[in-house]
Structure formats: structure tokens, C-alpha cells
């Protein structure tokens, strides 16, 4: 087994990960808690494009992903969802980091 499958696998069984994927599971089967965050992701979006384009209806526009974001926050799932996506994607870029450092020390 390579080491990059051996990575893949150790990741793939990781607890942390399988629980993200059961509560990805679970917000993907109740359609409220799916509907309401497709939503907050949709306000998010068009949150950062007004900031980016400097408009002036961004304070509406985060206003609007501000309490989009209080009332999905009420959904027990979502908090601990959120929570995981954020330590696994800290640990992802990491990974990627130590990655892309090993190759950059192999072309040098």
C-alpha cells in the first residue's frame, strides 16, 4: 500500500470523520435543516461577493446571512457540524501543507 492510500485510510477511519459523515447524513435527510442550510450557504455566498465588490447593500446582505445563521444555529446537528467541518478542514490544509512542503524539498 502506498503511503498516500495509507493516508486516504487512515483519514476514511478516523472518528472524527465518520462522525462528520453521519451528521452530514442526517442534514442531508431532513429536509428543514437541508433547506436552511443550502439557504445560509446561498446568503454566505452573496454576502462575500457584495463585500468583495464594495456594494453598498452589504450590510443588508449581512444581515440577512447573520440571522440565517441565529436560526440554523438552533439545530443541535448543525452546531456540532459546523464544529467538525472546521477541526477537519484545519487538519486537511494541514495535511496539505506537510504535503506540498515534502515536495517542494524533493525539487530543491
Known amino acids: 500500500m502506498s503511503k498516500i492510500d495509507e493516508l486516504i485510510t487512515e483519514i476514511s477511519n478516523d472518528t472524527l470523520v465518520k462522525r462528520f459523515q453521519e451528521l452530514e ?13 443550502l439557504n445560509l450557504l446561498e446568503l454566505q455566498k452573496i454576502m462575500v461577493n457584495k463585500k468583495e465588490l464594495g456594494s453598498k447593500d452589504f450590510t443588508v446582505a ?20 459546523l464544529d467538525i467541518l472546521e477541526e477537519v478542514n484545519y487538519d486537511l ?14 525539487f530543491e
Open 62 to 81: 449581512k444581515n440577512n446571512y447573520d440571522k440565517a445563521k441565529e436560526d440554523i444555529l438552533k439545530h443541535i446537528v448543525i452546531v456540532e457540524y
Open 25 to 37: 447524513g442526517i442534514i442531508d435527510k431532513n429536509q428543514e435543516i437541508n433547506r436552511d442550510y
Open 93 to 106: 490544509n494541514l495535511i496539505q501543507k506537510i504535503i506540498t512542503d515534502e515536495i517542494n524539498i524533493d
